[in-house]
């Protein structure tokens, strides 16, 4: 099948999550595309409205391809809608993902600013099930309200496995005791050692740049933060050149980069 036919996938299951993001569970019905690595994306085309590229937040149990999708244009808006049963088209897997194979260090902070945190998903899963090889795991998560927090559950059961979870909101309402403000705040005041620590972050591209900055001053080499980027994918094999970014195609390039990497393009208003 050509990388730019989609495969037919039946939806499953679909989870509102919050009041305009949704996940859907997705079964294969004419044959599944190749095993997701985390941080990859995937093409999901709405029959008849369009096709978004979509970061794959995970695998259920089962197998099904899990896709967190929030509702921002009439694709997604179709896709939101979508009710257990229907079929959507899906290309990929596609990109660069997270290099939570190649990390060799003691300590990962995985970063992550509102709806960022499903790609970041799958990597917190790999980690976790690789627990042994590192000394902590942090995960630092900011929401504009705490409605807006993903996977509510999923973080109860991770700080039960032993991530060192924090929160923290834009806007607080009179049932949170979180601390209130951006994300990049919490850096300063999380445990872990710098000097042997990668860190995994996604979110609006000016909180990862303020991020990027408290990583850095605490003493996290560019060269160990790793960034996913968004951009305007069109055909998600490098074909179109919508998403170019400096000299790469984020969609064959990316969308995960080493800061080193992205940083003077990052710093370009409005690259």
Known sequence: MSVMTPNTYVVASRRQETADTCT???DPQDGAISRPAPGQFTMLYAWGVGEVPISVSGLAPNGRLV??????????????????GTTVGVR???GRGWPVDELSVADVVVVAGGLGLAPLRPAVSALLANRAQFRRLVLLYGARTPEDLL?????????????DVQMTVDAADAGWHGPVGVVGKLVAR????????????CGPEVMMRFTAVALADRGVAAERTYVSLERSMK??????G?????????????????W?????????REL
């Open 242 to 258: 919508h998403c170019q970014l400096g000299p790469t195609l984020v969609c064959l390039d990316g969308p995960v980069y080493s």
């Open 24 to 26: 859907l569970e997705l």
């Open 67 to 84: 896709q967190t999708i929030r509702d921002v244009g009439a694709v997604t808006h179709k896709l939101c809608a979508l009710d257990s």
């Open 92 to 94: 990929g897997p596609l």
């Open 235 to 240: 055909c998600g094999v490098g074909q179109c």
């Open 190 to 201: 999380a445990e872990f050692d710098p000097s042997s620590s990668a860190a995994l972050m």
């Open 260 to 268: 080193a990497e992205m940083s003077r393009w990052l710093s370009v």
């Open 151 to 163: 996977f509510r559950d999923e973080l109860e059961r991770w700080s039960r496995d032993g991530v």
